[in-house]
């Protein structure tokens, strides 16, 4: 199958629309050209800089601009994170993803922020950051410490993103991403479901995403947690059918999948809500990396032990490395 950087929506929402089963079956088929149909690339993810973000997104608990009662932090020392990185290449990452909260990061913080990047390489792990919006020196000095993926998500579609965020523009996040490319970064970008968006949103989502001049390296798709104190989090509490129900979600991992063949499509935030079936369908689906651990920066996630067993119940491995984990073994770990 040809990569297309050509998709329409109306493409998209053919995708869609399609019987469950036919969509389910064209994902699978287009998937297995493209990677491993049983192996789940399994990273983690750490707050290097907790709190006091002075963006509004309107899901998160770290913005300055919402009572979460989160308390700031400053930037974690290096050899802290290090640390974290080794513990979580000892439990079975493969790669390792650093987020700061920042609109972006001060020049002051970049020496720290590239020795991170350098020392966790040195372990033999895959490197992410996510740190707001870059300048051009300081995503030069990310791409000669060597960072394999930058993060910086998009959310949603073009026409919902003001009812996400207002302290910066969607064109912002686009001309970060063409700055991270620019410099041979590989981009991991995505968004996120659930949020009171409509399915149009989400088709505008993915066509936003698959007609990128080159499609990310990694599609993180999240569902919603609503936080105590975050607009989104109130206004999903009084409207709870805004959320995303799991065929849907399941729809949009499988359309994402088939516009953008070659990505690792990452099943990121709201795992610890969904069932193992659920589960099971975004794999089928294409879904081919999940945030493992007990945590993804401030909110829950399902944890390393139930991670485990869903792996051994499905046949699931980690890219070339690993066998299938079987139910014996699983619960031995």
């Given amino acids: 199958m040809t990569t297309r950087n050509d998709w329409t929506r109306r493409e998209i929402a053919a995708l869609f629309d399609m019987p469950f089963s036919d969509l389910l079956w064209e994902a699978q088929t287009i998937h297995r050209r493209h990677h491993d149909s049983n192996a789940v690339q399994r990273s983690t993810l750490l707050s290097i800089k907790t709190g006091g973000c002075a963006e509004n997104c309107g899901y998160c608990s770290q913005s300055a601009s919402h009572d979460t009662g989160l308390k700031a932090s400053k930037l974690m020392d290096v050899d802290a994170v290090v640390a974290a990185a080794a513990e979580a290449k000892a439990a079975g990452s493969e790669r390792f993803c650093m987020g700061a909260a920042w609109r972006s990061p001060k020049d002051r913080d970049m020496d720290a922020v590239v020795a991170m990047v350098r020392r966790v390489k040195?372990?033999?792990?895959?490197?992410?950051?996510?740190?707001?919006?870059?300048?051009?020196?300081?995503?030069?000095?990310?791409?000669?410490?060597?960072?394999?993926?930058?993060?910086?998500?998009?959310?949603?579609?073009?026409?919902?993103?003001?009812?996400?965020?207002?302290?910066?523009?969607?064109?912002?996040?686009?001309?970060?991403?063409?700055?991270?490319?620019?410099?041979?970064?590989?981009?991991?970008c995505g968004g996120i479901m659930g949020m009171g968006e409509s399915r149009a949103d989400r088709v505008g989502f993915i066509h936003a995403l698959a007609t990128l001049p080159e499609h990310p390296a990694s599609v993180p798709i999240n569902q919603l947690v609503p936080i105590a104190g975050t607009p989104l989090g109130d206004m999903l509490k009084d409207t709870p059918l805004a959320q995303i129900d799991e065929i849907e979600f399941v729809r949009t991992v499988a359309a994402a999948r088939i516009a953008m063949p070659a990505a690792v499509i990452r099943l990121s935030a709201g795992r610890e809500s969904m069932t193992d079936a659920a589960q099971a369908l975004c794999f089928l689906a294409g879904a081919n990396s999940i945030f493992t651990g007990d945590r993804l920066l401030t909110t829950g996630n399902a944890g390393t032990d139930r991670d485990a067993a869903l792996f051994a119940k499905l046949g699931i491995k980690s890219p070339v490395t690993e066998k299938a984990p079987t139910e014996k073994t699983a619960a031995a770990a």
């Fill in 122 to 188: 040195a372990l033999g792990l895959e490197t992410c950051m996510t740190l707001g919006m870059l300048s051009d020196d300081q995503t030069r000095r990310l791409a000669e410490a060597g960072l394999d993926y930058y993060n910086h998500n998009i959310d949603s579609a073009p026409e919902y993103y003001a009812n996400v965020v207002t302290t910066r523009t969607y064109d912002d996040r686009l001309e970060t991403l063409e700055r991270v490319r620019e410099n041979g970064i590989a981009v991991c």
